[in-house]
């Protein structure tokens, strides 16, 4: 039932690519939990626990009471509703279709800025703004694929439907944390999918070439989620390069073919990895 109904959703978000209404009401309900919680007045580690620990706790009781009770239309449900909150496909899949537009329009900084109002829409507005300033555009393209895509895929595959309330609720905390009070846990959280993500790129790129920079990525607790995304990226597919070149159209459109490229044979992987989890379960 489990396998049954991600593939429901899977199947859902690829074909709203127009819209995600489903995950964007339940994406909605918890970012509303979440504002309620922060609005008691509490600072740091009460605050989280209010806001993250203790909706998270709930959440996990009312799925185990579904799932002992009535896992069947009920728990499918669940299911299918948590992945299209936490996995958006259907934003990717847009911004994909639109940034390919504008490059062959040959308008090369309406494809930048729409990459940066996806990415700030994921990630505080100081924070975005910054990020929209500093990084690049590989950068920018690779932290929001593991923000909005991989990162509730990877939790889901190793929680079910808990690791993905988890995810949102630490990406809405991280939303309405204070300047001078730097938020540690969508990091600590994004570390292990941007790794497990970079040590795809490994296996669907240049193997020999990446091998360096996954060993960085994975020794250094300290590198930025984006830093090693990048890092091992380029080193597997060295065109990636031309995405922050901005010269030739042929160059960019090549080098925007292997970034869709590199992170769909990636998908294909751990929809791999998720039919074998599921049948040794």
């Known amino acids: 039932m489990l396998y049954l109904a ?70 499918a449900t669940v299911v299918v509703a948590t992945v299209c909150a936490g996995v958006r496909f259907d934003l990717a899949r847009r911004i994909i279709d639109d940034i390919q537009i504008d490059w062959l329009r040959g308008d090369v900084t309406a494809a930048e800025i729409r990459l940066e109002k996806a990415l700030e829409s994921w990630l505080p507005a100081a924070e975005g703004e910054s990020l929209a300033r500093r990084l690049s555009f590989l950068e920018k393209a690779l932290l929001l694929a593991v923000v909005c895509v991989f990162s509730g895929a990877f939790y889901f595959i190793l929680l079910g439907p808990v690791g993905v309330a988890l995810y949102l609720l630490a990406v809405f905390y991280h939303q309405r944390c204070e300047r001078n009070e730097p938020n ?52 597997c597919s060295p065109n990636l390069a031309d995405l ?10 090549t080098g925007f073919s292997a970034l869709t490229d590199l992170l769909r044979r990636s998908a294909v992987v751990w929809l791999v990895v998720f039919s074998l989890w599921v049948l040794l379960l």
Not at 34 to 63: D, E, K, R
Not at 220 to 225: A, C, G, K, L
Not at 244 to 253: I, N, P, Q, R, V
Request: negative net charge; without cysteine.
């Open 6 to 75: 991600s593939l429901a959703a899977a199947a859902f978000l690829i074909y709203s690519a127009e819209r995600n209404p489903v995950g964007l009401w339940v994406a909605d309900r918890i970012d509303d939990t979440v504002a309620f919680a922060t609005g008691f007045g509490f600072s740091g580690p009460a605050q989280m626990v209010s806001a993250v620990v203790v909706p998270l706790l709930v959440f996990s009781l009312l799925y185990a009471w579904v799932d002992s009770w009535a896992f069947g239309l009920v728990g």
């Open 184 to 235: 540690g846990v969508l990091a600590a959280l994004l570390w292990l999918p941007s790794r497990a993500l970079a040590t795809t790129f490994l296996l669907v790129g240049d193997f020999s070439a990446g091998a360096k920079a996954v060993g960085n990525a994975w020794m250094d607790h300290r590198m930025p989620v984006h830093t090693a995304l990048t890092n091992t990226a380029l080193a």
């Open 244 to 253: 922050d070149s901005f010269g030739e159209k042929a160059k960019l459109l």
